[in-house]
């Protein structure tokens, strides 16, 4: 069986609170205003003795109206609900509320517990059956069974017993191996011990000294004690109620409606994009702008809505929405939530959250209308591609994680298929993986081309556009490796070629117009000395952008020697024969027998010496050179 948590609903004073003190001899009223007024305020936690020896985490709800932001703190993560009707007084009107909102959330197990029925007759039984069967159509307790009990006499209680030990039988394990979540319910402090923190750990897992992360704030903190069901514990898994002793973080920072989540496993965002329904019983037409309260988990937060294809909700119907909130919330998708009306508090609908870390968008942008309108597929790798395809500029896989409530090796094995299908493009090195859309590589390859010709027509005589240029010009800056991925592709399918750190189009070649062509043979002119030299001032002087010299010397016709002069490579070739040459007669040479060899000046024979040296060709030898 896997580990549960069973949850009352119903409208007040109905027998919530009895019946679980009837089933588990515990009364889960711990205030005094509780005891005194005879009705349940605040959520109140105990745990069900099941026959087989298990126990059942169990969270009895407020039932009246003022009370229930205090109910919707407690029902989320429930797996079976007692839903109690009390036989003299039938369906009420939180009886109706109870019910939409649990239907919101995605309840599916319950049983419908009619309470009281020492006080009615079987004509009585019949009309609230009745009652009952009509309001509940269309539910998740459309079909469910119905147990007269009385807590007062002890009537019903064992066929109850019974039944919901075989629903806790048959209700599915939750994710233990996706990142632990936990929303805070309680939060108080013991001498000697500390800030502990109490709620239902909806997924994963967390161990004694887990470092965990506690949010909005983004505290870390240790886990230094386990309590379940009063014992403590090495772990608590999900499924079950725990209270965890934290250090780390002063009590303030851990109160109800914060979540305390493994560590960097969560993101924080004031827009997310929802799926939106007005129930069909809502006297309100909930219209864009309206401010709503927002619950999901323990958090509360007032947000307003954001619609993109409509100017206003009626009631029955349901659409994609955005919510803006005063402060960030860390949230998943697929979480699902229920939204009230600002003043005066009243259950208007709920659904369930698309995106997690969305921005704020205007109608009239169709396609980032449309991002919002895709990720409420069903699909989940639609989902996940419309993620990724909704980014340029590509996301990591830990975003991806923080988004979804799905096990690693799950959302690998789904990213994998992804890339078979050629919709996305993975790339990695040992600390990171990106993943970015197929149609984002083909766009900023199609513009790369078009800003690498662009250039070449307006610098012909260079090799190419610097990588940093480039990368900048198209908006790459914030993300090279992205960028330098899609460049690695567009070498392999030979589209550009890299050479140094200038990037040209496969089968450019620098040739000169014919401006440059004139300067091109003054240039040369300039060599028509006697020793072929030329001062590197007195050839920029020629062609001051460099355009020509940068071409002669890519074309290999030139040569820079020592930083201060250029020479033609066929001369330069030529004094290092005759240099050569005279060694190999005279076994050594000095710099001034190459300046007279070459009828130069002291300075630029040394220099050839030097450029001679370091292409090992010759070797210094005190103030000689002999060949390598």
């Given at each position: 069986?896997?580990?549960?948590?069973?949850?009352?609903?119903?409208?007040?004073?109905?027998g919530k609170t009895s019946l679980i003190k009837a089933l588990t001899g515990r009364d889960t009223d711990r205030l005094k205003e509780e005891k005194d007024r005879g009705i349940t305020i605040d959520l109140g936690f105990s745990y069900f003795d099941l026959p087989n020896g298990q126990k059942a985490g169990i969270i009895d709800v407020p039932g009246h109206e003022k009370f229930l932001n205090n109910m919707l703190s407690g029902?989320?993560?429930?797996?079976?609900?007692?839903?109690?009707?009390?036989?003299?007084?039938?369906?009420?009107?939180?009886?109706?509320?109870?019910?939409?909102?649990?239907?919101?959330?995605?309840?599916?197990?319950?049983?419908?517990?009619?309470?009281?029925?020492?006080?009615?007759?079987?004509?009585?039984?019949?009309?609230?059956?009745?009652?009952?069967?009509?309001?509940?159509?269309?539910?998740?307790?459309?079909?469910?069974?119905?147990?007269?009990?009385?807590?007062?006499?002890?009537?019903?209680?064992?066929?109850?017993?019974?039944?919901?030990?075989?629903?806790?039988?048959?209700?599915?394990?939750?994710?233990?191996?996706?990142?632990?979540?936990?929303?805070?319910?309680?939060?108080?402090?013991?001498?000697?011990?500390?800030?502990?923190?109490?709620?239902?750990?909806?997924?994963?897992?967390?161990?004694?000294?887990?470092?965990?992360?506690?949010?909005?704030?983004?505290?870390?903190?240790?886990?230094?004690?386990?309590?379940?069901?009063?014992?403590?514990?090495?772990?608590?898994?999900?499924?079950?109620?725990?209270?965890?002793?934290?250090?780390?973080?002063?009590?303030?920072?851990?109160?109800?409606?914060?979540?305390?989540?493994?560590?960097?496993?969560?993101?924080?965002?004031?827009?997310?994009?929802?799926?939106?329904?007005?129930?069909?019983?809502?006297?309100?037409?909930?219209?864009?702008?309206?401010?709503?309260?927002?619950?999901?988990?323990?958090?509360?937060?007032?947000?307003?809505?954001?619609?993109?294809?409509?100017?206003?909700?009626?009631?029955?119907?349901?659409?994609?929405?955005?919510?803006?909130?005063?402060?960030?919330?860390?949230?998943?998708?697929?979480?699902?939530?229920?939204?009230?009306?600002?003043?005066?508090?009243?259950?208007?609908?709920?659904?369930?959250?698309?995106?997690?870390?969305?921005?704020?968008?205007?109608?009239?942008?169709?396609?980032?209308?449309?991002?919002?309108?895709?990720?409420?597929?069903?699909?989940?790798?639609?989902?996940?591609?419309?993620?990724?395809?909704?980014?340029?500029?590509?996301?990591?896989?830990?975003?991806?994680?923080?988004?979804?409530?799905?096990?690693?090796?799950?959302?690998?094995?789904?990213?994998?298929?992804?890339?078979?299908?050629?919709?996305?493009?993975?790339?990695?090195?040992?600390?990171?993986?990106?993943?970015?859309?197929?149609?984002?590589?083909?766009?900023?390859?199609?513009?790369?081309?078009?800003?690498?010709?662009?250039?070449?027509?307006?610098?012909?005589?260079?090799?190419?556009?610097?990588?940093?240029?480039?990368?900048?010009?198209?908006?790459?800056?914030?993300?090279?490796?992205?960028?330098?991925?899609?460049?690695?592709?567009?070498?392999?399918?030979?589209?550009?070629?890299?050479?140094?750190?200038?990037?040209?189009?496969?089968?450019?070649?620098?040739?000169?117009?014919?401006?440059?062509?004139?300067?091109?043979?003054?240039?040369?002119?300039?060599?028509?000395?006697?020793?072929?030299?030329?001062?590197?001032?007195?050839?920029?002087?020629?062609?001051?952008?460099?355009?020509?010299?940068?071409?002669?010397?890519?074309?290999?016709?030139?040569?820079?020697?020592?930083?201060?002069?250029?020479?033609?490579?066929?001369?330069?070739?030529?004094?290092?024969?005759?240099?050569?040459?005279?060694?190999?007669?005279?076994?050594?040479?000095?710099?001034?027998?190459?300046?007279?060899?070459?009828?130069?000046?002291?300075?630029?024979?040394?220099?050839?010496?030097?450029?001679?040296?370091?292409?090992?060709?010759?070797?210094?030898?005190?103030?000689?050179?002999?060949?390598?």
């Amino acid at each position: 069986m896997s580990n549960i948590i069973i949850g009352t609903a119903g409208h007040i004073d109905h027998g919530k609170t009895s019946l679980i003190k009837a089933l588990t001899g515990r009364d889960t009223d711990r205030l005094k205003e509780e005891k005194d007024r005879g009705i349940t305020i605040d959520l109140g936690f105990s745990y069900f003795d099941l026959p087989n020896g298990q126990k059942a985490g169990i969270i009895d709800v407020p039932g009246h109206e003022k009370f229930l932001n205090n109910m919707l703190s407690g029902v989320y993560g429930m797996d079976l609900i007692l839903f109690v009707v009390a036989g003299d007084e039938g369906v009420m009107p939180q009886t109706i509320e109870h019910l939409n909102i649990l239907n919101l959330i995605g309840v599916k197990n319950g049983i419908i517990v009619i309470t009281k029925s020492d006080l009615i007759d079987e004509e009585m039984q019949e009309l609230v059956i009745e009652d009952i069967k009509e309001h509940f159509i269309g539910t998740f307790l459309e079909q469910a069974e119905i147990h007269f009990v009385s807590s007062k006499t002890g009537f019903g209680m064992d066929s109850l017993t019974h039944k919901i030990a075989l629903m806790c039988e048959a209700i599915r394990p939750k994710d233990e191996k996706t990142s632990s979540r936990l929303y805070i319910d309680r939060v108080f402090t013991l001498k000697g011990i500390g800030v502990v923190v109490t709620g239902t750990l909806t997924e994963g897992r967390i161990n004694l000294n887990d470092e965990l992360t506690v949010y909005p704030h983004k505290h870390t903190v240790r886990v230094r004690n386990i309590q379940v069901h009063g014992n403590n514990v090495e772990h608590v898994i999900a499924g079950q109620r725990a209270a965890i002793n934290i250090v780390g973080a002063p009590k303030q920072l851990a109160e109800r409606g914060n979540v305390i989540a493994a560590k960097d496993s969560l993101a924080l965002s004031n827009v997310i994009d929802v799926e939106l329904f007005n129930l069909k019983d809502s006297e309100r037409t909930i219209k864009n702008g309206s401010r709503l309260h927002f619950f999901t988990g323990t958090i509360e937060q007032l947000s307003k809505v954001n619609f993109l294809d409509r100017k206003e909700l009626s009631p029955g119907e349901n659409c994609i929405a955005q919510l803006k909130f005063e402060d960030e919330i860390a949230v998943k998708y697929g979480d699902k939530f229920i939204v009230r009306f600002f003043s005066p508090l009243e259950t208007l609908g709920g659904g369930r959250i698309t995106d997690p870390q969305s921005i704020l968008k205007r109608p009239k942008n169709k396609k980032a209308c449309q991002y919002s309108f895709e990720k409420a597929s069903a699909n989940l790798s639609h989902v996940i591609y419309q993620f990724i395809e909704e980014r340029s500029e590509g996301i990591e896989i830990r975003e991806l994680f923080r988004m979804f409530s799905i096990e690693q090796k799950k959302l690998e094995e789904l990213l994998k298929g992804i890339v078979l299908d050629h919709k996305i493009i993975e790339c990695s090195d040992a600390s990171k993986k990106y993943y970015f859309a197929r149609c984002h590589y083909l766009s900023a390859k199609e513009a790369i081309v078009q800003e690498l010709e662009l250039f070449h027509k307006t610098n012909n005589l260079k090799l190419g556009l610097n990588k940093e240029t480039l990368m900048s010009n198209l908006g790459f800056t914030n993300h090279s490796f992205i960028f330098n991925k899609i460049l690695d592709l567009m070498k392999e399918e030979s589209i550009i070629i890299n050479e140094k750190e200038f990037l040209s189009i496969n089968g450019f070649i620098p040739t000169l117009n014919s401006k440059q062509h004139l300067i091109y043979q003054e240039c040369l002119n300039l060599f028509e000395i006697d020793d072929r030299m030329v001062k590197k001032d007195d050839l920029s002087g020629v062609n001051p952008a460099g355009d020509v010299v940068d071409y002669l010397l890519y074309t290999g016709e030139l040569e820079l020697i020592g930083n201060e002069f250029y020479i033609l490579r066929k001369d330069l070739q030529r004094f290092s024969n005759k240099i050569i040459n005279y060694i190999r007669e005279k076994n050594t040479i000095s710099a001034s027998e190459v300046r007279d060899l070459l009828k130069t000046n002291r300075r630029k024979a040394v220099l050839i010496l030097e450029y001679l040296d370091m292409h090992k060709i010759t070797k210094r030898v005190d103030d000689f050179r002999i060949l390598f």
